[in-house]
């Protein structure tokens, strides 16, 4: 069955690098995804990856996937005060159309 | 286009009451999705529709909660006869598959307040 996990918090200062974690558990899955929810705002996709990649970078973003181990990972390099938001990891499983969310994780970004 | 549109943003109701909220996905997106998000947690799949086909429900969605999609475009989620543990944010998701990717697509959502 599906399920993702993410830790709840993590904090980090301006200009420092971000890297939120997220395991999950279905070995079918296809596609794994991260979005960001803003306060008082609707979920957004940041990037996504394939299931048969390692990495993939967008501009200040770098998702690690490690397939062996199901764990994947969003680095985002000099974060700014707007990366503060909740960050959510999920999964696509093969033969379905159902995406599953991790619980989000709460970035709060230090001046 | 100006994206997923749900209305209300916010609803309160007295527990008993019913309740409907509508989305109104990207035009082009064939796929729509609901999606319910408590306070500190994920969100948590619904149902979905493939034009006006709901394929899959989850079994969080009691016989209390109705979906449908009439003409394969706007949808509308009822819940009757509230209870105060359906208080929740609702999401409305449409998507476009890119190459199978299935990404979605959010609505600002419709916060639920059952007193």
């Known amino acids: 069955g599906e399920d993702v996990e993410q830790s709840l918090f993590l904090s980090v200062r301006e200009g420092d690098s971000s890297v939120i974690n997220c395991t999950y558990t279905d070995s079918s899955s296809t596609y794994l995804y991260w979005y960001k929810q803003e306060p008082g705002a609707g979920l957004q996709l940041l990037t996504y990856?394939?299931?048969?990649?390692d990495m993939k970078q967008d501009q200040r973003l770098t998702v690690l996937l490690n397939k062996k181990d199901k764990h994947l990972s969003l680095r985002i390099a000099d974060t700014q005060t707007g990366d503060s938001a909740i960050y959510f990891c999920a999964e696509l499983a093969g033969g379905y159309q159902k995406v599953t969310f991790g619980t989000g994780t709460k970035l709060q970004v230090i001046p | 286009d100006t994206g997923v549109s749900q209305n209300p943003r916010h609803k309160i109701t007295k527990r008993g009451q019913n309740v409907t909220f509508r989305c109104d996905p990207i035009?082009?997106?064939?796929?729509l999705y609901w999606y319910r998000q408590t306070l500190g947690q994920g969100p948590e799949f619904l149902t979905y529709f493939q034009n006006e086909a709901q394929l899959e429900k989850s079994r969080l969605l009691s016989d209390r909660f109705s979906a449908e999609r009439p003409k394969g475009s706007f949808s509308t989620l009822e819940i009757q006869r509230t209870e105060q543990g359906d208080s929740a944010m609702y999401l409305c998701a449409s998507t476009e598959r890119v190459s199978g990717a299935n990404v979605l697509t959010f609505g600002a959502g419709s916060r639920l307040t059952v007193l």
């Open positions: 035009s082009e997106h064939n796929r």
């Open positions: 990856i394939f299931s048969n990649m």
